[in-house]
Nanobody
Framework: QVQLVDSGGGLVQPGGSLRLTCATSGSIFSVATMGWYRQAPGKARELVAA???????DYADSVKGRFTISRDNAKNTVFLQMNSLKPEDTAIYYCNANFFGIPYWGQGTQVTVFS
């Protein structure tokens, strides 16, 4: 059984930083595409960043240059380093594992950027 546990969200002022962590269990981590999505109130869930098992990355235009996704295969963990945070980054952030088209989700962690 695959489980994803998100953590690291919180309150931060504009310009601040947070690091999200997604710990996974199960045997798919090394071959799955890992990603972070977010959902703001009243909006659809959107892809923030993705990291393939081979190391390829993809970022939403709105976070390029500010966010960095990385993974530690030895610890079955994926990270999202978020710098220069803006109020529009406020959302619930969800970890995602895509295993040959089968999605798995974390429970979400709230990120609030306020001035």
């Amino acid at each position: 059984q695959v489980q994803l546990v998100d953590s690291g969200g919180g309150l931060v002022q504009p310009g601040g930083s947070l690091r999200l962590t997604c710990a996974t269990s199960g045997s798919i981590f090394s071959v799955a595409t890992m990603g972070w999505y977010r959902q703001a109130p009243g909006k659809a869930r959107e892809l923030v960043a993705a990291l393939g098992s081979g190391g390829s990355t993809d970022y939403a235009d709105s976070v390029k240059g500010r966010f960095t996704i990385s993974r530690d295969n030895a610890k079955n963990t994926v990270f999202l380093q978020m710098n220069s945070l803006k109020p529009e980054d406020t959302a619930i952030y969800y970890c995602n594992a895509n295993f040959f088209g089968i999605p798995y989700w974390g429970q979400g962690t709230q990120v609030t950027v306020f001035s």
